[in-house]
Each structure stands twice: as structure tokens, then as C-alpha cells.
């Protein structure tokens, strides 16, 4: 049920146990549905601002390549995200393909509410598992984030706009170091309670490997249905598809990637971020795992928004690729 | 007691291969002291074996014409091994005769790259090493054998498991102590990694396997934690990740010492490596190569300052 609002088709998927008796059995899924952050989180993350039309451009290419979710943009004050500035116009410019949907972030209701005038058909709010984490990020505590996010929530169930959760550093906090599993699996619950279809966990400053990936899944799968949860895996130590892959093999069935890598980690200078969807979906093809994505089209969308951004792709796959 | 309850091994070999299969894969050639100086801060960081170098005609790898130096130059630390390549027995009298203690011969799972890098066919290959492993043998010398496209091959493209468990078995058979089963290209990915281990562990006893991937398609750490979750405890990797690609110009090759150790840290698996000090002998290295790591948790951890 991608992309729709309401508990029944989250109740269909608590109610399906295949996934967790696959999983049990040490099988992969069958299909995977790749998010695609580049426009947003790899954009946001990028030391150069690309105009406009580039970002329309981008969303564009993305929408030919078979990608399935897209997200487009960020209804946040220009002060915050100044290479946001113009959520407005990217999502009044870009083509909405049938089929496709362009998530669209609003930390809280005023965002909410231009996002619905601009068009958005599907929003994504941010909670995060480190106390330290959301003070600085947003000057408030993670109880405090939640109550502004049910705001949020009341106006899309109004209007029947889905919500996505994302949860920020599920596998370690640039403040406060480790982060307990229990903890993860409380504000999950809590999101996912509020009426988020969907949960993200991000490993946002990508120092989490497959042992804290599975230890962290296995307690949020206690109070989620893993039929409802994503990973959004940093590569900053190297460790994302290693990640990804433990994921996949205890049933997770959605990945968020960045086309290119775009993105670099805003605490550790230089290093990377986001991993590039063209090494997830090599990753994925290898597997016998459908994704839907052309993985030539991803590329030359990669090369495309590399060129705009005056920077080598992140990409293996795309690297390797290369015959220049 | 992590590693245990998850069904992984308790401990994993790490082989070394910066300074040989590394170097001899980068652009810039470095002098005979730079490299007995990055071995010698290797031999101190608990990496139990550290690939030295080459005894193959410097006509063909020039980055590697200062085998006997380098190998009569290098700390010997007890506990690490000091393998190093022997292609025939030539080479291998001269190993012996420079103090190596223990050899690798390389062979192939695909015919056209067999012919293409070493003129001659794979079994003409292995007679060869039948005669080093023979020698070596009567020397008491261990020899280690590794096989390479064994997820795929530049010339031929796929390059099947039955294939690669034949010539694994020929090696071991005619003395190699270990099997190192290479992804030469780095196509491979999980998916394949398993179908090949499974054809190759009908052969081969599963404590004499290794794996060397490359991380060409950024598939390293995937393709190697399938092999682990397997049971395989033996893992090349390459300081720094150093040593590009030779069939794919300006992309990547070798896996990072620091990123497995990292990951394998991240499981409770011991290494008895101190990432740290390998960090510290992939800074030195870049700096005499005057290039950037391709380790991520180096780039990571040097930028911010602190180590996770």
C-alpha cells in the first residue's frame, strides 16, 4: 500500500506473516521499493545550489527511470535550508507522473500547509532517537518534536495525505555516541502509532554495521510490522550496502538512496553520506531482487546532476562504468 | 559472544595485500624504503599476514623490480606471516633465496584471462604451480593459492561456480595450504558470492577458503559479509584501498583494510588488528603516494577528528 493514508492497509500487513517466516527462512524479499532522496536529502546536503530548473530537471530524469517514490523537496524557512528556498516552485514545476510519489518534508504545520497549497500529495516528518540530537537540530526535546508532528498529523488525516516517519540516528548520534535499540523501537512506536504508514530508520551519521543494524531492527520489529519499515543508510564509514543487506535478510522491503550519493555528512568534513542509489540497485539486480529501476536511465541522471553540481559522482557502479 | 550467537566465526584472518597486490596496482611507483617502511608499521599494527611483494620479472611489473630489497629489508615480526608471490619456479628460487617463508601462486577461473595475463592455458598454469608447491613442499614452505574472476572476467563476462570450484580444487589438490577466491573486477555481489561458495565449499574444506574482493562496484563489504555469514574466515584487504582497477580506468579496487575492520569490529569479530594503527599506515601511504584514501572510515574518522 505505497503511498496510502489510514490503518487498513497497515493492518493487512501486521496481519501477513510471509514476510517475517521468509525473512526466518533466511530469504530475501522479492521486491524492493527504492526511495530516492537525492532531490531533498542529497540536494540539501551539497555544498553547491543548483537552480530551479536543474532541480526540476533531476526530479524529471528521476521520474523515467522506474523509481517509484521520489522526494522532491523541503517545506522548510529559507533561513534553515536556504537550498530549499524554492519548495514552492520545484513542486508547482515538476512533472507528476501517475504512479509516482513525490514525498515532500514539513517539519510542522505552517510547511504542511504550504506543501498542500503547492500541490504535495504525500508528506515526511522527522523524529529522531537522541534527546542531545533534537535540541540542537530543532531546540526542543524528542516529546516535545512529536506533540508539533500531531499537528501535522490531524491535518493530513483530514486530508487524506500520508505521512512518512523518519528516525534520525538509529544507530549512533554525532552527540551523544550510542544509541540503545529500545530507544529506537519507543519513538518508532510512538511515530507509527500517530498514524505514520511508514517509519525511515536512519543511520544519519552512517557509523552503524550489520551487528548494530540487526540488534537495533530486531527490537523495533517488536512494536513495528517490518512490513512498514525502511533503513536510510549512511556510507560515511563504508558500511551501507553490508547494512542494507542485513536489513533485507530480516525482511525489510524498503530502502531510501540517494541518486549518486549525493549528499555529504554535515559532521564529518569531506566524508560521504547518503549511499548512491546506482550501487543499491546494482546491489539489488545481483540479488534477483525487482526494484523497477533502469539502472543505465540512473545513471545518466547521476552524470547529469554531477555535471550540474561541478562534482565526481559517489557512485562505484557509476564510476566503474564510466569510459572516459 | 555476539559473533557466536549470530552463527559468524569468532575470529577472522585479515591478509594484508597494500603492499604487494596495492602497489603494484597504483600509478605512482614508490622507492624501496617507502615500502619496507609501510610493511614495518603493518607488522605492528596485529594484522597477522602482510603480502610483501613479487618475485615476477620486472619487465612485466615494474612496481614491483625491487623484490629482493624489499624482502631482505622488512622487520620480521613473530606471529605474522610474510607471503609473497612466486608466478613459476624462477621465482620462487629467488624468494627462498631472499628469505620469504612462505609463497602464493596465482591461477584462473577463466581461460581468456589466464591467456591474456599469463600467456598459457589455466592448466598449463597449474603444472607450473605444481612444480613451486613440489619445491615447496620439500622445503617445508606453505603455499597459498589464488584463483581469480571468480564472479566474473573482463574478456569473458560470467564466469561460472562449477568453473571456479574446478580450478579451486586443483589448487588445493596440488598442495596450496589455502584457496583465496578473487572478484577480480568487483562485479560480484552477494547473490553470486553465495552461489559460487556453495559450489566451491563441495570441494574445498570451508577453513581453507578465502575471499578478495574488490570494491570496483562498491560491492566489497556485501559480497563479504555474505561469505562470512557463510562460515569463510579468511579476508583479504588492502590498506587504504589502495590499488585501482586495471580493466575499469580511475575506478576502485581493493576493499580498505580499515572499512573491514570496521565492519568486523561492528560483529564482535576478532582480527587482533588495531585499526587505529592501520589507519595510521594508510596516512602514511597516501602521503608518500600523494593521493587520497579510498578507506571511507578513514576519510570519516581523519575529518573529524575523533574514532568511532
Not at chain 1, 516535545?144 to 500531531?150: I, K, N, Q, V
Not at chain 1, 525511515?200 to 527490537?219: F, N, R
Not at chain 2, 619445491?135 to 571468480?150: E, F, H, K, L, Q
Given at each position: 500500500?505505497?503511498?496510502?493514508?489510514?490503518?487498513?492497509?497497515?493492518?493487512?500487513?501486521?496481519?501477513?506473516?510471509?514476510?517475517?517466516?521468509?525473512?526466518?527462512?533466511?530469504?530475501?524479499?522479492?521486491?524492493?521499493?527504492?526511495?530516492?532522496?537525492?532531490?531533498?536529502?542529497?540536494?540539501?546536503?551539497?555544498?553547491?545550489?543548483?537552480?530551479?530548473?536543474v532541480?526540476?530537471?533531476?526530479?524529471?530524469?528521476?521520474?523515467?527511470?522506474?523509481?517509484?517514490?521520489?522526494?522532491?523537496?523541503?517545506?522548510?524557512?529559507?533561513?534553515w535550508?536556504?537550498?530549499?528556498?524554492?519548495?514552492?516552485?520545484?513542486?508547482?514545476?515538476?512533472?507528476?507522473?501517475?504512479?509516482?510519489?513525490?514525498?515532500?518534508?514539513?517539519?510542522?504545520?505552517?510547511?504542511?500547509?504550504a506543501?498542500?497549497?503547492?500541490?504535495?500529495?504525500?508528506?515526511?516528518?522527522?523524529?529522531?532517537?537522541?534527546?542531545?540530537?533534537?535540541?540542537?537540530?530543532?531546540?526542543?526535546?524528542?516529546?516535545?518534536?512529536?506533540?508539533?508532528?500531531?499537528?501535522?498529523?490531524?491535518?493530513?488525516?483530514?486530508?487524506?495525505?500520508?505521512?512518512?516517519?523518519?528516525?534520525?540516528?538509529?544507530?549512533?548520534?554525532?552527540?551523544?555516541?550510542?544509541?540503545?535499540?529500545?530507544?529506537?523501537?519507543?519513538?518508532?512506536?510512538?511515530?507509527?502509532?500517530?498514524?505514520?504508514?511508514?517509519?525511515?530508520?536512519?543511520?544519519?551519521?552512517?557509523?552503524g554495521?550489520?551487528?548494530s543494524?540487526?540488534?537495533?531492527?530486531?527490537?523495533?520489529?517488536?512494536?513495528?510490522?517490518?512490513?512498514?519499515l525502511?533503513?536510510?543508510?549512511?556510507?560515511?564509514?563504508?558500511?551501507?550496502?553490508a547494512?542494507?543487506?542485513?536489513?533485507?535478510?530480516?525482511?525489510?522491503?524498503?530502502?531510501?538512496?540517494?541518486?549518486?550519493?549525493?549528499?555529504?555528512?554535515?559532521?564529518?568534513?569531506g566524508?560521504?553520506?547518503?549511499?548512491?542509489?546506482?550501487?543499491?540497485?546494482?546491489?539489488?539486480?545481483?540479488?534477483?531482487?525487482?526494484?523497477?529501476?533502469?539502472?543505465?536511465?540512473?545513471?545518466?541522471?547521476?552524470?547529469?546532476?554531477?555535471?550540474?553540481?561541478?562534482?565526481?559522482?559517489?557512485?562505484?557502479?557509476?564510476?566503474?562504468s564510466?569510459?572516459l | 559472544?555476539e559473533?557466536?550467537?549470530?552463527?559468524?566465526?569468532?575470529?577472522?584472518?585479515?591478509?594484508?595485500?597494500?603492499?604487494?597486490?596495492?602497489?603494484?596496482?597504483?600509478?605512482?611507483?614508490?622507492?624501496?624504503?617507502?615500502?619496507?617502511?609501510?610493511?614495518?608499521?603493518?607488522?605492528?599494527?596485529?594484522?597477522?599476514?602482510?603480502?610483501?611483494?613479487?618475485?615476477?620479472?620486472?619487465?612485466?611489473?615494474?612496481?614491483?623490480?625491487?623484490?629482493?630489497?624489499?624482502?631482505?629489508?622488512?622487520?620480521?615480526?613473530?606471529?605474522?606471516?610474510?607471503?609473497?608471490?612466486?608466478?613459476?619456479?624462477?621465482?620462487?628460487?629467488?624468494?627462498?633465496?631472499?628469505?620469504?617463508?612462505?609463497?602464493?601462486?596465482?591461477?584462473a577461473?577463466?581461460?581468456?584471462?589466464?591467456?591474456?595475463?599469463?600467456?598459457?592455458?589455466?592448466?598449463?598454469?597449474?603444472?607450473?604451480?605444481?612444480e613451486?608447491?613440489?619445491?615447496?613442499?620439500?622445503?617445508?614452505i606453505?603455499?597459498?593459492?589464488?584463483?581469480?574472476?571468480?564472479?566474473?572476467?573482463?574478456?569473458?563476462g560470467?564466469?561460472?561456480?562449477?568453473?571456479?570450484?574446478?580450478?579451486?580444487?586443483?589448487?588445493?589438490?596440488?598442495?596450496?595450504?589455502?584457496?583465496?577466491?578473487?572478484?577480480?573486477i568487483?562485479?560480484?555481489?552477494?547473490?553470486s558470492?553465495?552461489?559460487?561458495?556453495?559450489?566451491?565449499?563441495?570441494?574445498?574444506?570451508?577453513?581453507?577458503?578465502?575471499?578478495?574482493?574488490?570494491?570496483?562496484?562498491?560491492?566489497?563489504?556485501?559480497?563479504?559479509?555474505?561469505?562470512?555469514?557463510?562460515?569463510?574466515?579468511?579476508?583479504?584487504?588492502s590498506?587504504?584501498?589502495?590499488?585501482?582497477?586495471?580493466y575499469?580506468?580511475?575506478?576502485?579496487?581493493?576493499?580498505?583494510?580499515?572499512?573491514?575492520?570496521?565492519?568486523l569490529?561492528?560483529?564482535?569479530?576478532?582480527?587482533?588488528?588495531?585499526?587505529?594503527?592501520?589507519?595510521?599506515?594508510?596516512?602514511?601511504?597516501?602521503t608518500?603516494?600523494?593521493?587520497?584514501?579510498?578507506?571511507?572510515?578513514?576519510?570519516?574518522?581523519?575529518?573529524?577528528?575523533?574514532?568511532?
Amino acid at each position: 500500500p505505497r503511498g496510502s493514508a489510514g490503518a487498513v492497509p497497515r493492518l493487512t500487513l501486521s496481519l501477513c506473516p510471509q514476510v517475517s517466516a521468509a525473512a526466518a527462512a533466511g530469504a530475501f524479499p522479492k521486491r524492493v521499493k527504492v526511495v530516492e532522496v537525492g532531490p531533498r536529502d542529497g540536494l540539501q546536503n551539497e555544498e553547491n545550489v543548483v537552480p530551479t530548473p536543474v532541480k526540476i530537471n533531476l526530479i524529471n530524469m528521476l521520474s523515467e527511470t522506474g523509481l517509484q517514490v521520489i522526494e522532491a523537496t523541503s517545506f522548510v524557512s529559507p533561513k534553515w535550508v536556504p537550498q530549499m528556498a524554492d519548495h514552492a516552485e520545484v513542486m508547482q514545476g515538476i512533472n507528476k507522473l501517475p504512479g509516482i510519489s513525490y514525498p515532500v518534508l514539513t517539519p510542522n504545520l505552517k510547511g504542511f500547509q504550504a506543501a498542500v497549497a503547492a500541490g504535495a500529495k504525500e508528506v515526511s516528518i522527522f523524529g529522531a532517537a537522541s534527546e542531545l540530537f533534537t535540541k540542537k537540530n530543532i531546540n526542543c526535546s524528542i516529546e516535545e518534536s512529536l506533540e508539533r508532528f500531531a499537528e501535522v498529523m490531524a491535518a493530513a488525516r483530514a486530508a487524506s495525505i500520508p505521512v512518512r516517519g523518519y528516525v534520525s540516528c538509529v544507530l549512533g548520534c554525532p552527540y551523544e555516541g550510542k544509541i540503545s535499540a529500545a530507544k529506537v523501537a519507543e519513538v518508532s512506536k510512538k511515530m507509527y502509532s500517530m498514524g505514520c504508514y511508514e517509519i525511515s530508520l536512519g543511520d544519519t551519521i552512517g557509523v552503524g554495521t550489520p551487528g548494530s543494524m540487526k540488534e537495533m531492527l530486531t527490537a523495533v520489529m517488536k512494536e513495528v510490522p517490518v512490513g512498514a519499515l525502511a533503513v536510510h543508510c549512511h556510507d560515511t564509514y563504508g558500511q551501507a550496502l553490508a547494512n542494507i543487506l542485513v536489513a533485507l535478510q530480516m525482511g525489510v522491503s524498503v530502502v531510501d538512496a540517494s541518486v549518486a550519493g549525493l549528499g555529504g555528512c554535515p559532521y564529518a568534513q569531506g566524508a560521504s553520506g547518503n549511499v548512491a542509489t546506482e550501487d543499491l540497485v546494482y546491489m539489488l539486480n545481483g540479488l534477483g531482487i525487482h526494484t523497477g529501476v533502469d539502472l543505465q536511465k540512473l545513471m545518466d541522471t547521476g552524470t547529469f546532476i554531477c555535471n550540474a553540481l561541478n562534482r565526481r559522482t559517489n557512485s562505484k557502479v557509476s564510476q566503474a562504468s564510466c569510459r572516459l | 559472544q555476539e559473533s557466536q550467537a549470530s552463527g559468524l566465526p569468532e575470529y577472522i584472518k585479515i591478509v594484508e595485500v597494500g603492499p604487494r597486490d596495492g602497489l603494484q596496482n597504483e600509478k605512482v611507483i614508490v622507492p624501496t624504503d617507502i615500502k619496507i617502511e609501510l610493511i614495518n608499521r603493518l607488522s605492528k599494527t596485529g594484522l597477522p599476514a602482510i603480502e610483501v611483494t613479487s618475485f615476477v620479472s620486472s619487465k612485466w611489473v615494474p612496481q614491483m623490480a625491487d623484490h629482493k630489497e624489499v624482502m631482505r629489508g622488512i622487520e620480521r615480526h613473530p606471529g605474522v606471516q610474510y607471503p609473497v608471490l612466486t608466478p613459476n619456479l624462477q621465482g620462487f628460487h629467488s624468494a627462498i633465496a631472499a628469505g620469504a617463508k612462505e609463497v602464493s601462486v596465482f591461477g584462473a577461473a577463466s581461460e581468456s584471462f589466464s591467456k591474456m595475463n599469463i600467456n598459457c592455458s589455466i592448466e598449463e598454469s597449474i603444472e607450473k604451480f605444481e612444480e613451486v608447491a613440489k619445491s615447496a613442499r620439500n622445503m617445508n614452505i606453505p603455499v597459498r593459492g589464488y584463483v581469480s574472476c571468480a564472479l566474473g572476467c573482463p574478456y569473458e563476462g560470467n564466469v561460472t561456480p562449477a568453473k571456479v570450484a574446478e580450478v579451486s580444487k586443483r589448487l588445493y589438490s596440488v598442495g596450496c595450504y589455502e584457496i583465496s577466491l578473487g572478484d577480480t573486477i568487483g562485479v560480484g555481489t552477494p547473490g553470486s558470492m553465495k552461489r559460487m561458495l556453495e559450489a566451491v565449499m563441495k570441494e574445498i574444506p570451508l577453513s581453507a577458503l578465502a575471499v578478495h574482493c574488490h570494491d570496483t562496484y562498491g560491492q566489497a563489504l556485501a559480497n563479504i559479509l555474505t561469505a562470512i555469514q557463510m562460515g569463510v574466515s579468511v579476508v583479504d584487504s588492502s590498506v587504504a584501498g589502495l590499488g585501482g582497477c586495471p580493466y575499469a580506468k580511475g575506478a576502485t579496487g581493493n576493499v580498505a583494510t580499515e572499512d573491514v575492520i570496521y565492519m568486523l569490529n561492528g560483529l564482535g569479530i576478532n582480527t587482533g588488528a588495531n585499526l587505529y594503527r592501520v589507519m595510521e599506515a594508510g596516512n602514511f601511504i597516501c602521503t608518500a603516494l600523494n593521493k587520497k584514501t579510498n578507506s571511507k572510515v578513514a576519510q570519516a574518522s581523519f575529518n573529524t577528528g575523533t574514532i568511532n
